[in-house]
């Protein structure tokens, strides 16, 4: 996959937005009717990857959403934390949505969505103090997670089994793997 033929762009009006499709309907419908709006308020940022070998009117290959987020978790889950005192609220990023369009599968775009969402929240941690960055997966994603070493989050105060958590380390291991390589 040529990094000259998909380019990251923050989302804006002029993206073919109404052209993109996954397989989830949800998804699609907030890229196409909401994604805007939240970056207008300034509650989410949204980032579409563009796919310059496709025509302009439907080259929107996938899109990620990104929001700041803190959750009250349990001290336990930090292991060398001495002075327990029950439960702390710890900054976060959420990864909102994650998706690839339905003509893209099988081509690595999910799996540069994914390497590019976590470039930025580790930009982001270098600057902020965050313990990494969870997510709630669909059937869908939950591969692409699990093969980035994505974990059960059971801290989390919804636990369910599609809660899943990327810690800050891990995620600037990643980081620092894909400069390395060049990716």
């Avoid at 993109?20 to 994604?35: H, V």
């Avoid at 439907?58 to 987020?69: H, M, P």
Wanted: some cysteine.
């Amino acid at each position: 996959m040529s990094s000259e033929r998909f380019v990251l762009e923050p989302l804006n009006e002029h993206h073919p937005v109404r052209m993109f499709s996954c397989e989830d309907d949800q998804i699609t419908e907030y890229l196409q009717e909401e994604a805007f709006e939240d970056m207008q308020r300034n509650v989410a940022r949204t980032f579409v990857e563009i796919d310059h070998g496709m025509p302009a009117a439907s080259n929107v290959a996938g899109f990620f959403t990104l929001r700041a987020d803190s959750l009250r978790i349990s001290e336990s889950y930090f292991d060398d934390w001495i002075d327990k005192r029950g439960s702390i609220e710890v900054p976060i990023v959420e990864l909102v949505w994650l998706a690839r369009g339905l003509q893209w599968r099988e081509t690595g775009v999910g799996d540069l969505l994914m390497i590019e969402a976590l470039t930025i929240v580790k930009n982001a941690a270098d600057c902020v103090g965050m313990i990494g960055l969870h997510l709630r997966t669909t059937p869908q994603g939950r591969e692409l997670y699990e093969r980035y070493d994505f974990q059960e989050f059971t801290e989390h105060p919804i636990h369910d089994r599609d809660r899943y958590v990327l810690s800050v380390e891990t995620i600037r291991l990643i980081a620092a793997n894909v400069s390395l390589s060049g990716t």
